[in-house]
């Protein structure tokens, strides 16, 4: 049942430059087959939208798996879906003149170069572990985005980068070529997901179906499009604990 | 538990019996054989609150080589080592009892008798409050660290 409260939108910030028209276009998609009042507002990095969502400022959020744990566990969001086929995968990569060919040639001090993209960082930590480093022997340099990674990798600030698989592939070729992949991950359950704050608890059906149904509606292909994903999948509850605990078993 | 086949078992083959927690005797037979871990895989297992495996993903099917029917509804012991020494695996009911997590470096025993090490993370599944079962997450160890513990498994093995 539609209602004269104003919700708040939000997407995780790793979602790629040329996406945020297609978020307007989903929000503007949303409002008209729900007919609730929801603003998209974005932030720059984490830290702004985690600082924005304790403040109870957020409703409903495309949210980064490293931070479903804090939204479900601690403030009781409620996991409604998933996008279809796209699981957070990690790509480890070096300079292509490096002589690393595979992670275990890595060596203490090595210089890490990577984004602010918590999940990807967490499984690219994890992926070094074969070559016994650490945070204890390694350095890390923090870019904007995976654009501004691939480039000052090639001029040799770091020795290897932690890349979403996703943006990894979307480089252009030029850049790939001079790019040398390591190691890439396979774990297939660790996705980004919509949820929604229990201030909208009495709408969670209503955003459900309508993002499970977004394939048949007149516009939803186009919507989908705009965002790069496929569709969405419906996401229990267990579904979402399940990948809490997963990623809880790889924060250490 | 039902022994090892040695029938499953491909190369010379060691005999040994283990005595499993809650579960008696268990005869299974080993061959030198190490499979290394795939690469960016995690082997990723559920169990009940006793141990009994209910959910194994492909990554854990393929490396212990057993189907995964096999493998649901056994103890996760079926994968005990006989080199892996009872005191590798302390703390680890305590530790998840008190809502902790537990980590440690296990080699596994694989169907046909070959092994592979692993370094395997264990929580708890708290719901509604209550401890419903474990989740289990191994991946892939340092080749330095792998050696330390072969090192020290034979010195706590030899001292049972």
């Keep these: 049942m539609p209602n004269n409260r104003k919700y708040n939108l939000t997407v995780s910030p790793d979602f790629k430059p040329d996406r945020i028209a297609g978020w307007y276009i989903f929000n503007t998609w949303l409002q008209k087959k729900t007919g609730l009042d929801i603003h998209l507002e974005l932030y720059d990095n984490f830290e702004e939208q985690r600082s924005a969502i304790r403040n109870q400022q957020i409703d409903l959020i495309y949210a980064n798996p490293f931070d479903t744990a804090m939204l479900v566990r601690e403030l009781d969001f409620k996991a409604l879906v998933k996008p279809a086929d796209k699981a957070d995968e990690a790509v480890i990569v070096c300079c292509e003149d ?58 040799g600030d770091a020795d290897i980068g932690f890349f979403l698989k996703e943006a990894y592939d979307d480089l252009t070729n030029i ?16 996705y980004h997901s919509v949820l929604a704050a229990p201030s909208l608890a009495d709408q969670y059906e209503s955003l459900s179906q309508a993002l499970l149904n977004i394939n048949t509606d007149a516009k939803g292909p186009g919507v989908l499009d705009a965002l790069g994903i496929k569709g969405f999948e419906a996401m229990s509850e267990e579904d979402a604990e399940f990948m809490i605990d997963l990623m809880e078993t790889l924060r250490d | 538990m039902d022994d090892m ?42 169990t009940d609150t ?73 929580v708890a599944n ?22 330390e513990c072969i090192t020290l498994y034979k010195e706590l093995k030899d001292a049972e």
């Design chain 1, 98 to 155: 490096n002589p690393a060919n595979c992670i275990e040639d890595l060596r203490e001090g090595c210089r890490i170069i990577a984004t602010d993209d918590p999940d990807i960082n967490m499984i690219g930590m994890r992926m070094i572990e074969p070559a016994d480093l650490d945070d204890s022997n390694t350095t890390t340099t923090q870019v904007a985005n995976y654009v501004v990674l691939a480039k000052r990798l090639i001029s």
């Design chain 1, 175 to 190: 850049t790939k070529r001079r790019l040398k992949v390591l190691v890439t991950s396979q774990i297939s359950v660790i």
């Design chain 2, 5 to 46: 086949n040695p029938a499953d078992i491909q190369g010379d083959m060691q005999e040994h019996t283990l005595n499993l927690y809650e579960c008696g005797p268990r005869k299974v037979y080993t061959v030198d054989r190490e499979i290394p871990f795939p690469e960016g895989k995690l082997i990723v297992s559920l």
């Design chain 2, 50 to 122: 006793k141990g009994i495996i209910t959910h194994a993903n492909r990554a854990f099917v393929e490396m212990s080589g057993y189907e995964e029917d096999e493998l649901i509804g056994q103890e996760h012991s079926i994968l005990r080592h006989p080199d892996m020494p009872a005191a590798a695996f302390k703390g680890l009911w305590d530790d998840l009892a008190a809502g902790k997590k537990w980590h440690g470096y296990v080699k596994n025993l694989r169907k046909d008798g070959a092994y592979y090490w692993v370094y395997a993370t264990v």
């Design chain 2, 126 to 147: 708290v719901r509604q409050g209550k401890v419903v079962g474990y989740t289990s997450v191994r991946r892939k160890p340092s080749r330095k660290k792998i050696n």
